[in-house]
């Protein structure tokens, strides 16, 4: 019986086929993800990046230790840059914005644990699709990585001259990416670092306004606002969240989602308006608010802040929130002279319903005070989750097929879309309850020689199978910025023209300064809806033109 003699050398596990083999699969793996998240030259930059670990498996090795080593390293390198290209992926598909863009950076700042925890499992369709993705990516590479190359004491042919000036090429052009800045801030673990701290500079800019709210009260007084209208005034502003009129039967909708505001409108007549073309210039809240309370003006032109005013002129201030938002309360509430924040659970996706600010509202009403006040409102209104956004086992809309699940359906929209739909419009016909009742609140206020008035519009809108096949912020589409906006007052009925104006959400501050009966220098009537001067300009947002007037 032949054995084999203890000198004859081993085959090496892996030959250097195989080792090409393995260069090849894990690169064409990074290179699909990095495409998946980048666009043009960036895909060169960025595969220029990752080429030192893809190329290492090419070194032979010899200690098992250093090949697992290998292996770890270039499995952990390859999902570093996948997670990296989901995440912009993700956020392009869905909201079409880079991850350092403004609008995610805000929405970032502005979030809390539970919330992050919350969106994940209202999109955990797409999450899993995503994850899916990249968990399969990391097996692939995980399982050719450990077929790189081997060291082998057995003598053998070099690599040909063409491999070798390969790899030196892309070798040195590697060193070319990590030697450039701009090309170096592209690598995930930088980006993704300075991303973390960019985030935390802007929570910290908002946890530390005081200095910018005493600068904003102080530019009022020098302002030195005057109320034209003698006796008590009450005035309400209500702002809601991601409220899209078209869902709203005020606007025609097929579904009977606002029968309060409804009979609200038959019985007040010309004091109610409905503005019919209302947009938001902002598809998300801080921003939003942020062009509400300053005018829609730039910063550079040091805008002075709504409540500021109002408090200048005599005004006392309320700000009611159904929010936990530092943000809001940092750059809005605190302007306030009574700041009472109903809830108190961190993030915007908490159950508090907004009917709890109703007793709120009426004790602010109730107080004697002052003459004149102003009481902002602001509340969760359909804020994804939509499902918590009323009570349980009131949504009517789940069961029957009408005509709106129908369209739904012809429109190809998918069973979750339509499912979320359903509960969108629950949402709203208890948020028309709320709303409803603020206004009830103020037509019985006082007695009916006090003014009083009330407004009320949405931050921004929201996508649920309009005008694609998904649900939630929609800073793409239409859906994103249509808005309802409605305001009563009991004295000088509202001109039929002024329905039909088309409505801007950042010039908010002008019509309020107007319900408000406030004069300044630096009145802008031509951007007061209420005013026959006003004069409509179309914001910049992804909407038609001709859309603005129908």
Same mark, same amino acid.
């Given at each position: 019986?032949?054995?084999?003699?203890?000198?004859? #050398?081993?085959?090496?596990?892996?030959?250097?086929?195989?080792?090409?083999?393995?260069?090849?699969?894990?690169?064409?793996?990074?290179?699909?993800?990095?495409?998946?998240?980048?666009?043009?030259?960036?895909?060169?930059?960025?595969?220029?990046?990752?080429?030192?670990?893809?190329?290492?498996?090419?070194?032979?090795?010899?200690?098992?230790?250093?090949?697992?080593?290998?292996?770890?390293?270039?499995?952990?390198?390859?999902?570093?840059?996948?997670?990296?290209?989901?995440?912009?992926?993700?956020?392009?598909?869905?909201?079409?914005?880079?991850?350092?863009?403004?609008?995610?950076?805000?929405?970032?700042?502005?979030?809390?644990?539970?919330?992050?925890?919350?969106?994940?499992?209202?999109?955990?369709?797409?999450? &899993?699709?995503?994850?899916?993705?990249?968990?399969?990516?990391?097996?692939?590479?995980?399982?050719?990585?450990?077929?790189?190359?081997?060291?082998?004491?057995?003598?053998?042919?070099?690599?040909?001259?063409?491999?070798?000036?390969?790899?030196?090429?892309?070798?040195?052009?590697?060193?070319?990416?990590?030697?450039?800045?701009?090309?170096?801030?592209?690598?995930?673990?930088?980006?993704?670092?300075?991303?973390? =701290?960019?985030?935390?500079?802007?929570?910290?800019?908002?946890?530390?306004?005081?200095?910018?709210?005493?600068?904003?009260?102080?530019?009022?007084?020098?302002?030195?606002?005057?109320?034209?209208?003698?006796?008590?005034?009450?005035?309400?502003?209500?702002?809601?969240?991601?409220?899209?009129?078209?869902?709203?039967?005020?606007?025609?909708?097929?579904?009977?989602?606002?029968?309060?505001?409804?009979?609200? =409108?038959?019985?007040?007549?010309?004091?109610?308006?409905?503005?019919?073309?209302?947009?938001?210039?902002?598809?998300?809240?801080?921003?939003?608010?942020?062009?509400?309370?300053? &005018?829609?003006?730039? %910063?550079?032109?040091?805008?002075?802040?709504?409540?500021?005013?109002?408090?200048?002129?005599?005004?006392?201030?309320?700000?009611?929130?159904?929010? %936990?938002?530092?943000?809001?309360?940092?750059?809005?509430?605190?302007?306030?002279?009574?700041?009472?924040?109903?809830?108190?659970?961190?993030?915007?996706?908490?159950?508090?319903?907004?009917?709890?600010?109703?007793?709120?509202?009426?004790?602010?009403?109730?107080?004697?005070?002052?003459?004149?006040?102003?009481?902002?409102?602001?509340?969760?209104?359909?804020? #994804?989750?939509?499902?918590?956004?009323?009570?349980?086992?009131?949504?009517? &809309?789940?069961?029957?097929?009408?005509?709106?699940?129908?369209?739904?359906?012809?429109?190809?929209?998918?069973?979750?879309?339509?499912?979320?739909?359903?509960?969108?419009?629950?949402?709203?016909?208890?948020?028309? &309850?709320?709303?409803?009742?603020?206004?009830?609140?103020?037509?019985?206020?006082?007695?009916?020689?006090?003014?009083?008035?009330?407004?009320?519009?949405?931050?921004?809108?929201?996508?649920?199978?309009?005008?694609?096949?998904?649900?939630?912020?929609?800073?793409?589409?239409?859906?994103?910025?249509?808005?309802?906006?409605?305001?009563?007052?009991?004295?000088?009925?509202?001109?039929?023209?002024?329905?039909?104006?088309?409505?801007?959400?950042?010039?908010?501050?002008?019509?309020?300064?107007?319900?408000?009966?406030?004069?300044?220098?630096?009145?802008?009537?031509?951007?007061?809806?209420?005013? %026959?001067?006003?004069?409509?300009?179309?914001?910049?947002?992804?909407?038609?033109?001709?859309?603005?007037?129908?």
């Amino acid at each position: 019986m032949n054995t084999p003699s203890a000198e004859a #050398p081993r085959t090496p596990p892996s030959s250097r086929s195989s080792a090409l083999l393995a260069c090849a699969v894990v690169g064409a793996t990074l290179a699909v993800l990095i495409t998946l998240g980048h666009d043009g030259r960036r895909i060169a930059q960025l595969a220029l990046l990752a080429s030192p670990l893809v190329l290492w498996l090419a070194w032979p090795l010899r200690g098992v230790r250093m090949r697992r080593l290998r292996t770890l390293l270039v499995t952990l390198w390859t999902l570093g840059f996948g997670l990296d290209a989901v995440l912009r992926a993700y956020l392009l598909d869905t909201y079409q914005a880079a991850p350092d863009s403004a609008l995610v950076l805000g929405a970032a700042a502005n979030t809390h644990a539970r919330e992050s925890a919350e969106y994940l499992w209202m999109h955990w369709r797409s999450a &899993f699709v995503w994850s899916a993705a990249l968990v399969t990516a990391g097996v692939i590479a995980a399982l050719f990585a450990r077929r790189g190359a081997i060291a082998s004491d057995v003598p053998g042919r070099r690599p040909p001259r063409w491999a070798v000036a390969l790899v030196g090429l892309l070798l040195l052009g590697a060193c070319l990416a990590y030697a450039s800045k701009p090309w170096r801030r592209l690598h995930p673990v930088l980006f993704w670092t300075h991303w973390s =701290q960019s985030v935390q500079q802007q929570r910290a800019s908002w946890a530390d306004q005081q200095q910018v709210r005493e600068r904003l009260a102080a530019q009022a007084r020098t302002i030195a606002p005057v109320v034209t209208h003698a006796g008590p005034s009450t005035v309400v502003l209500v702002v809601t969240d991601s409220i899209n009129r078209d869902n709203m039967a005020l606007y025609g909708y097929g579904r009977p989602t606002t029968p309060r505001l409804l009979a609200h =409108q038959a019985q007040t007549g010309p004091q109610m308006a409905v503005l019919k073309n209302a947009w938001s210039v902002d598809a998300s809240t801080v921003p939003a608010l942020r062009n509400m309370f300053h &005018f829609g003006l730039p %910063d550079s032109q040091q805008p002075p802040h709504v409540l500021a005013l109002a408090r200048a002129a005599g005004y006392k201030v309320w700000w009611i929130s159904n929010h %936990d938002d530092i943000a809001i309360e940092q750059q809005h509430a605190r302007h306030a002279d009574v700041v009472d924040m109903v809830n108190r659970t961190p993030g915007r996706a908490s159950a508090s319903l907004d009917g709890e600010i109703l007793d709120c509202v009426q004790e602010a009403l109730a107080d004697t005070g002052s003459e004149r006040k102003l009481i902002v409102v602001h509340l969760m209104g359909a804020h #994804p989750h939509y499902s918590l956004r009323f009570p349980e086992n009131a949504n009517p &809309f789940d069961d029957d097929v009408d005509a709106v699940e129908t369209g739904l359906v012809n429109s190809g929209r998918s069973a979750w879309v339509r499912h979320f739909r359903q509960q969108y419009d629950a949402a709203l016909l208890y948020h028309d &309850f709320v709303v409803s009742a603020l206004l009830q609140q103020v037509r019985s206020a006082g007695t009916p020689e006090d003014y009083r008035a009330w407004m009320y519009l949405s931050d921004h809108g929201q996508e649920v199978g309009h005008g694609s096949d998904r649900a939630g912020h929609s800073p793409s589409t239409a859906s994103g910025y249509r808005i309802p906006t409605v305001l009563w007052r009991n004295q000088q009925p509202f001109s039929s023209p002024t329905a039909q104006q088309a409505f801007r959400a950042d010039w908010t501050g002008w019509a309020l300064m107007d319900l408000l009966h406030i004069q300044w220098n630096g009145q802008m009537p031509e951007r007061n809806v209420l005013s %026959d001067g006003y004069r409509w300009q179309a914001p910049a947002i992804p909407v038609a033109a001709d859309a603005f007037l129908r």
